[in-house]
């Protein structure tokens, strides 16, 4: 026997805004080097957009300093940007020494308070985050401890996120009041 099916395929429309907050890095850096070492604001913004009509947040996980503030909100409004980077904190290993120290921590401070103030002025600390110790090991363990503590005191409504190896994603490590989000490295 034949099996016929009829059916009626409609348009279909995707909403606005997006459900699921993604983390990606749209790498400016390397964009600059692309066009002779300068990447203007203009162009910025070009690939930034770009990204964003994939449905993608235009964001950078390893930036090392808060991204201007209106693209945040420019992307925001166009409800295109759902979760963004505030910026890099820590380090690997070799830098574990340096980022344990108190002058590293009120460099974060330094930068982030004015930066976070805006934020919660314009209603957008909601859709921030604040990334770091990138797959690193039990050795950061204690730098993790001490530089996400002090972030998440200094600004608790803005979620903490690491790809540090803790298969027990903060149990055994002790580390569940220093970080919200435990992203699983494939291994």
């Known amino acids: 026997?034949?099996?016929?099916?009829?059916?009626?395929?409609?348009?279909?429309?995707?909403?606005?805004?997006?459900?699921?907050?993604?983390a990606l890095t749209t790498a400016e850096v390397l964009f600059a080097e692309i066009h002779g070492g300068k990447l203007t604001d203009s162009?910025?913004?070009?690939?930034?957009?770009?990204?964003?009509?994939?449905?993608?947040?235009?964001?950078?996980?390893?930036?090392?300093?808060?991204?201007?503030?209106?693209l945040v909100e420019h992307f925001a409004k166009k409800n295109q940007l759902n979760a963004f980077n505030l910026m890099y904190v820590g380090g690997r290993v070799n830098m574990r020494?340096?980022?344990?120290?108190?002058?590293?921590?009120?460099?974060?401070?330094?930068?982030?308070?004015?930066?976070?103030?805006?934020?919660?002025?314009?209603?957008?600390?909601?859709?921030?985050?604040?990334y770091g110790f990138d797959e690193i090991g039990p050795e950061m363990f204690e730098s993790i401890r001490k530089v996400m503590g002090f972030l998440k005191k200094?600004?608790?409504?803005?979620?903490?996120v690491t790809t540090g190896y803790d298969p027990t994603y903060g149990h055994d490590s002790g580390l569940l009041d220093e970080v919200d989000i435990w992203v699983p490295p494939t291994p």
């Open 1 to 22: 026997g034949e099996i016929v099916l009829r059916g009626r395929v409609k348009a279909a429309i995707m909403p606005e805004s997006r459900a699921i907050g993604t």
């Open 43 to 70: 162009l910025e913004m070009k690939y930034h957009t770009f990204v964003a009509e994939h449905r993608l947040n235009p964001d950078n996980i390893y930036r090392n300093r808060p991204p201007r503030i209106e």
């Open 97 to 130: 020494d340096r980022i344990s120290t108190d002058s590293y921590i009120q460099s974060l401070a330094a930068i982030l308070d004015p930066y976070v103030a805006e934020l919660r002025k314009r209603g957008l600390a909601e859709k921030a985050y604040l």
């Open 154 to 160: 200094r600004y608790p409504e803005i979620p903490t």
